[in-house]
């Protein structure tokens, strides 16, 4: 396999020193972007084509798209880091290029290859690296993404896909830190059914949670916690971050199902966890055992754990009926030091010994 030779055309419009830096030091989640964006096509006969850096903005769509009409789309998410030396980095590009297949399959787009999609995250950071910041807690948010452009109406997989790296500064997702945050339980709405798009990353997942997403907050709560579609008994995960549940003999349990999206930062944590000497199991798990195992205090922590939020400690379930745990958590003693493992990894603080570092720049 070649490598991709990216076309150069640099944003005559770019931000200055002065604006990006205003905007680096306060920039939100992604309320800003880079001044570029990777473009990467694909055809039924002509394959990946025409790689390109290009300057952020518009993309220009027919109106009979396949995406706009049939929902033929997926996307990742990972994060740059700054490092002391001022060298930038990601973690674990390879999974999430994998996962980026494994959706692109189920949902019949073409299978970006894993050299492509290393190769389109470090041609964006070649002309955007300035954008990564340096303070604590602080990242670039990269998305790839790719969806079906093919102008037609019919039901069949589209024949021509772009592909696209966009990014933004940012800092932490939820604005309250490490704080425990509270989360509804939904109780009329699934995020995905057996035999659905629950695994892949795909837009239309999202959408579906985003009515149950409302609900979280008119009962202040931040996010959402969902139930299986078949027996609305078993945990799945929230709108868009894995769960995992914390016992007092220090064994971490998260939840099994194939309509879970893998988490890569909570495969991370668990093997992390693991090292430390915690057992490890991923099972089925009911809302009555966190119900019955928070009352007895045999579940001693909760967090929540994806890209965009790291590691979150779990305050309190509300449901219409009953709540888990309390407004007053505060975060747990095990989630904090999991927490503070990874990030001294993703920012360079402590030896990688796993090789889940990826360097961007050079």
Same mark, same amino acid.
């Given at each position: 396999?070649?490598?991709?030779?990216?076309?150069?055309?640099?944003?005559?419009?770019?931000?200055?020193?002065?604006?990006?830096?205003?905007?680096?030091?306060?920039?939100?989640?992604?309320?800003?972007?880079?001044?570029?964006?990777?473009?990467?096509?694909?055809?039924?006969?002509?394959?990946?084509?025409?790689?390109?850096?290009?300057?952020?903005?518009?993309?220009?769509?027919?109106?009979?798209?396949?995406?706009?009409?049939?929902?033929?789309?997926?996307?990742?998410?990972?994060?740059?880091?700054?490092?002391?030396?001022?060298?930038?980095?990601?973690?674990?590009?390879?999974?999430?290029?994998?996962?980026?297949?494994?959706?692109?399959?189920?949902?019949?787009?073409?299978?970006?290859?894993?050299?492509?999609?290393?190769?389109?995250?470090?041609?964006?950071?070649?002309?955007?690296?300035?954008?990564?910041?340096?303070?604590?807690?602080?990242?670039?948010?990269?998305?790839?993404?790719?969806?079906?452009?093919?102008?037609?109406?019919?039901?069949?997989?589209?024949?021509?896909?772009?592909?696209?790296?966009?990014?933004?500064?940012?800092?932490?997702?939820?604005?309250?830190?490490?704080?425990?945050?509270?989360?509804?339980?939904?109780?009329?709405?699934?995020?995905?059914?057996?035999?659905?798009?629950?695994?892949?990353?795909?837009?239309?997942?999202?959408?579906?949670?985003?009515?149950?997403?409302?609900?979280?907050?008119?009962?202040?709560?931040?996010?959402?916690?969902?139930?299986?579609?078949?027996?609305?008994?078993?945990?799945?995960?929230?709108?868009?971050?894995?769960?995992?549940?914390?016992?007092?003999?220090?064994?971490? !349990? *998260? #939840?099994?199902?194939?309509?879970?999206?893998?988490?890569? =930062?909570?495969? +991370?944590?668990?093997?992390? &966890?693991? @090292? %430390?000497?915690?057992?490890?199991?991923?099972?089925?798990?009911?809302?009555?055992?966190?119900?019955?195992?928070?009352?007895?205090?045999?579940?001693?922590?909760?967090?929540?754990?994806?890209?965009?939020?790291? !590691? *979150? #400690?779990?305050?309190?379930?509300?449901?219409?009926?009953? =709540?888990?745990? +309390?407004?007053?958590?505060? &975060?747990? @003693? %095990?989630?904090?030091?999991?927490?503070?493992?990874?990030?001294?990894?993703?920012?360079?603080?402590?030896?990688?010994?796993?090789?889940?570092?990826?360097?961007?720049?050079?």
């Amino acid at each position: 396999m070649t490598s991709l030779e990216f076309h150069r055309h640099l944003n005559l419009q770019a931000k200055g020193v002065a604006e990006r830096d205003a905007i680096l030091a306060n920039p939100g989640f992604c309320d800003f972007m880079t001044d570029h964006m990777v473009d990467i096509c694909w055809s039924e006969k002509g394959g990946w084509h025409r790689p390109r850096i290009q300057p952020y903005g518009p993309i220009e769509l027919d109106p009979a798209a396949a995406v706009l009409h049939y929902g033929q789309e997926i996307f990742e998410g990972l994060k740059a880091y700054r490092h002391a030396d001022g060298s930038i980095w990601t973690f674990r590009p390879d999974a999430n290029a994998r996962r980026f297949q494994a959706s692109a399959a189920r949902m019949s787009l073409p299978e970006l290859p894993v050299e492509y999609f290393l190769e389109s995250l470090k041609a964006l950071i070649s002309v955007d690296g300035d954008w990564v910041p340096s303070e604590p807690d602080t990242s670039l948010y990269l998305r790839p993404f790719m969806f079906g452009k093919e102008a037609f109406l019919g039901v069949r997989p589209a024949k021509k896909i772009a592909f696209y790296v966009i990014a933004g500064p940012a800092g932490p997702y939820f604005t309250g830190g490490v704080a425990p945050v509270n989360i509804w339980l939904s109780e009329n709405y699934s995020r995905a059914g057996k035999g659905g798009t629950g695994a892949a990353k795909t837009g239309g997942n999202y959408a579906a949670s985003l009515i149950a997403q409302n609900e979280a907050y008119a009962n202040g709560c931040q996010q959402v916690l969902f139930l299986d579609s078949t027996t609305n008994t078993f945990i799945e995960e929230l709108g868009g971050m894995n769960v995992v549940l914390v016992y007092k003999d220090g064994s971490l !349990v *998260t #939840p099994l199902s194939d309509s879970i999206l893998p988490g890569i =930062t909570r495969d +991370s944590v668990l093997v992390l &966890a693991e @090292e %430390l000497g915690h057992k490890v199991t991923r099972r089925p798990v009911t809302i009555q055992e966190w119900r019955e195992g928070a009352e007895s205090g045999e579940i001693v922590e909760a967090f929540a754990c994806g890209t965009a939020a790291m !590691v *979150t #400690p779990i305050g309190q379930i509300k449901a219409k009926d009953f =709540t888990i745990g +309390s407004a007053d958590a505060v &975060a747990g @003693e %095990l989630t904090l030091s999991l927490r503070a493992a990874l990030a001294d990894i993703q920012y360079g603080r402590s030896e990688d010994t796993h090789g889940w570092m990826y360097r961007l720049d050079g």
